[in-house]
């Protein structure tokens, strides 16, 4: 659309840019000083892979000697060879002059104009020639198209491929497309602005506090030079006092006064470098790993100076259609730029349509030109189709822009239904994976009215979900059961929703008929009286929020999708205590504030991030419950008989472990262009330990025996070992009784990590202060599950403890103490604090579409 109908600007001066004339091009090029050399060439091939002989043939028959091959100027009568398949840029050599005042150096340069415009197409490039470096030229582009004749800024042929930052055609040059680099953070160097310098306020390594070490006598110099006082908090700092700390005295002397070790004053100056400008040259400098990896952790991504994170030349960003350019609409939400195409098109929207997305309603003519019309009609038809397909599904809050890699596992697969809905294709089978995965009950209804659409076309859709309202909307259901892990795999009932509601041994049908049910609480907690209070909250689209969370309860944030849930909860309030209690490195999200930390003793994100990324991971090892085994099998007879410690039982280490396969049980084969493949090793038959340490057994079962266990059958066998017990115990409570002991962590789903997770925290001690953060815990989860997880949490919260739940699912909703919804909308349409309480106060709130919700789920 932009490369159709979009208007350049000049990226100097802001004005339109013109197609140039050779008149234009000359005063340009007769202005510059005289005696500057110049080469006239024309640009033949651009960015192109391939061996190009016909080209240097074309050349030759032109009359012309010298072509200029990937910057360098070769004798097109010469055999030049290229590799065909990398890329190549070829400009023919047109003349070679300097620059003259004269009449007859005018019509020269005319001449060769024309003669450069004509062969390349309406495009020349004038090159500077530095005499002084061989080889060295600043090349000029000049267009017969798109020219500024006020600052001489020319732009090459607009293209779909320049509006990409992923060509070098359209990327900025200083960031190659990122949008961002990775520099010093003033932040990360000083994390507590509340220490002194003098108490280690500056954390970045090389910053030793001894005070006789090199950094803390000059720091020491440079304070006292510019009237600086160490033992004041560094939040009491003038900007300009600040400004000489991180970034050194430019330059100015510093005198440096001190006592060698034989107690004699020594006097020198020198200048400051500052922490930051030491820090990024010895980033730059060292051929240290770690060294690099330590400096790094004092970075962050901070926007390109160049394209102000936008990614694309200056020159793209010029071009506008209606005062806006590719980033500003990319920028906008979808449902934003579906009103702005719908402008540019002059369509009016439906009151009812109109009225659900803020507007009035009232439509106008279109703002483009006849031609403009005409040549984007089909575009802007087939851009309308596809925003139409993402609100469809629920994501009209989405910006454009947003990374692939920010988005959840639910957005990701709507994205990929859209595109499927687009193709409209008949007789298709679909298989979907829990599409309600993020969703509000709200924006769940748009995506079933998708689905059933999807099916009317004529393709079947085979949805694996736990949501009740895909499940009652489906034409048949297949439950499978009756439990999970090896208590289950057995087809359940197989039939309408009926049929599932009159099967007796069906624990989905009773929780649909009535029978099962998540109740309400009888009363809600009163908490402790104390608040954790977000104030000024402006991350993503949080407009300038104080939300105050009340301690020893349990707190539900709620709002529809892209409501800045996540943005309030995970990027401000967790990172910030992060720093506090973990003193971690991550950046939290803008904000003012975070007050009332001094009732909390730590703060714990249970995500459903793996508990490991190797098989050695499992359970076992990580609710430490495979130490207590370790131990419990050195302690045996045989063990002490043949001197064998707990180290014995380590798969991880040399000793009691198979070599041949390093404890692993299975061998890897690498398949080099096809996936890896894991086989069962021949030695240890995949029992991982050696024949030796496998002759150890307690109860008739040895190491390898037991890590096979599921975790019922471990709580029976360790009946009389009670570490052991309660830490089994935790798993099975949490739901996770069917899984077994040393089942490598990949194969974990993300619900059952985020379960062991819990499970660790269960056993441990309760000191009755810890926040604990959870992001959609029921993702995966049947209703039964959910039932069990909600008494989890609720035991954390007896403890003493805080929980905080971001979801949408309104058994968890209804069985918190307290909830902070968030909205109204999505995007920068949300991000206000609609309404806080007791979730039958909620529910009374008119205008939140949780409340609307809740007040049914009550009932």
């Avoid at 058994?811 to 909205?823: A, E, H, T, Y």
Wanted: with cysteine; proline share 5%.
């Amino acid at each position: 659309l932009f490369a159709r109908i979009g208007l350049p600007h000049c990226p100097i001066c802001g004005r339109v840019i013109q197609s140039q004339t050779v008149e234009q091009i000359v005063d340009t090029v007769q202005s510059w000083p005289d005696g500057t050399r110049i080469m006239i060439l024309a640009p033949l091939i651009k960015a192109r892979k391939g061996h190009h002989q016909k080209v240097f043939e074309d050349i030759r028959k032109a009359g012309f000697v010298r072509a200029r091959v990937n910057g360098e100027i070769r004798d097109v009568n010469e055999n030049i060879e290229l590799d065909r398949y990398k890329i190549h840029t070829i400009d023919a050599v047109v003349d070679r002059l300097a620059v003259q005042k004269s009449e007859d150096a005018q019509q020269r340069l005319a001449d060769s104009l024309e003669t450069a415009l004509k062969l390349g197409d309406g495009v020349a490039i004038v090159s500077q020639v530095d005499g002084s470096t061989p080889g060295a030229m600043k090349d000029h582009l000049f267009s017969e198209q798109y020219a500024c004749a006020y600052d001489g800024f020319s732009i090459g042929e607009i293209e779909p491929r320049s509006f990409s930052f992923n060509t070098p055609h359209g990327a900025c040059p200083a960031c190659q497309g990122l949008g961002v680099k990775l520099e010093i953070d003033p932040d990360l160097v000083i994390p507590n602005k509340d220490l002194s310098l003098a108490n280690g306020a500056i954390k970045s390594n090389g910053a030793p506090k001894n005070e006789d070490s090199y950094f803390q006598r000059l720091l020491g110099a440079v304070a006292k030079h510019y009237k600086i006082d160490l033992t004041a908090p560094v939040k009491t700092f003038t900007p300009e006092q600040l400004d000489i700390i991180l970034y050194g005295s430019k330059g100015q002397i510093v005198p440096i006064e001190y006592k060698n070790r034989f107690g004699m004053k020594r006097y020198w100056e020198t200048t400051y470098e500052g922490v930051i400008p030491n820090l990024q040259r010895r980033h730059d400098e060292t051929t240290s790993d770690y060294m690099r990896w330590e400096i790094e952790s004092y970075m962050s991504s901070r926007p390109c100076p160049e394209c102000k994170g936008s990614r694309l030349k200056p020159a793209i960003l010029g071009v506008t259609i209606q005062d806006k350019n590719i980033v500003a609409v990319t920028g906008m939400s979808v449902g934003e730029a579906m009103r702005w195409v719908d402008t540019l098109q002059g369509k009016k929207r439906s009151q009812s349509t109109a009225k659900s997305n803020g507007e009035n309603g009232n439509g106008s003519a279109s703002p483009l030109s006849a031609r403009e019309q005409k040549i984007s009609y089909q575009i802007l038809k087939e851009i309308a189709s596809r925003l139409g397909f993402l609100v469809d599904v629920g994501l009209d809050y989405l910006t454009l822009d947003r990374s692939a890699g920010s988005l959840s596992g639910g957005e990701a697969q709507r994205i990929r239904l859209a595109t499927q809905i687009g193709s409209q294709l008949m007789g298709v089978l679909y298989i979907l994976d829990e599409p309600s995965i993020g969703l509000h009950q709200r924006d769940n209804t748009k995506l079933l009215r998708t689905l059933t659409r999807m099916r009317d076309l004529g393709n079947t859709l085979l949805v694996v979900e736990h949501d009740e309202e895909t499940m009652r909307t489906a034409d048949w259901i297949v439950d499978l059961g009756p439990g999970a892990g090896e208590h289950g795999g057995q087809v359940i009932a197989n039939g309408p929703l009926e049929t599932i509601l009159k099967t007796p041994n069906s624990i989905t049908g009773k929780y649909l008929n009535g029978k099962l049910q998540v109740k309400v609480p009888p009363e809600r907690r009163e908490g402790n009286g104390f608040f954790v209070e977000i104030l000024g909250a402006t991350e993503n689209n949080l407009k300038d929020i104080d939300v105050k969370v009340p301690l020893g309860m349990f707190v539900c944030i709620t709002g529809v999708s892209g409501s800045g849930k996540s943005s309030l909860i995970v990027e401000v309030l967790y990172k910030r205590l992060a720093q506090i209690f973990w003193k971690s490195r991550e950046k939290p999200g803008a904000h003012r504030d975070i007050a009332g930390t001094d009732h909390l003793d730590k703060v714990i994100d249970i995500n459903q991030s793996p508990i490991g990324r190797t098989p050695r991971s499992n359970p076992a090892t990580y609710t430490n419950a495979f130490n207590d085994m370790r131990e419990l099998f050195a302690q045996l007879p045989e063990s002490k008989l043949r001197g064998y410690k707990a180290g014995r039982y380590s798969f991880n280490v040399k000793g009691g472990r198979c070599e041949a396969c390093q404890g692993d049980g299975t061998i890897k084969i690498e398949m080099n262009f096809l996936p890896d493949i894991y086989v069962p090793c021949e030695v240890c038959k995949g029992k991982r330990y050696n024949r030796e340490t496998l002759q150890v057994h307690y109860k008739g079962k040895s190491i390898a025996d037991v890590l096979d266990m599921t975790v019922a059958e471990g709580i029976d066998f360790f009946d009389a070992i009670p570490a052991l017990k309660r830490k089994l115990g935790t798993l099975h409570d949490v739901g996770l009784g069917y899984i077994k002991l040393g089942q490598p962590a990949p194969t974990l789903s993300g619900g059952e990590a985020q379960r062991v997770k819990l499970a660790k925290e269960l056993s441990k001690r309760s000191t009755g202060q810890t926040l604990y953060i959870l992001d959609e815990p029921t993702t995966g989860l049947h209703f039964d599950d959910v039932n069990r997880l909600l008494g989890v949490l609720q035991r954390l919260v007896d403890a003493g403890n805080t929980v905080i739940v971001i979801e949408h699912n309104l058994d968890v909703i209804k069985s918190s103490d307290w909830i902070i919804d968030l909205g109204p909308e999505g995007g920068d349409r949300g991000g206000l604090l609609l309404a806080e309480g007791t979730p039958e106060q909620v529910a009374r709130v008119k205008n939140s579409y949780t409340g609307q919700f809740l007040k049914k789920a009550l009932k």
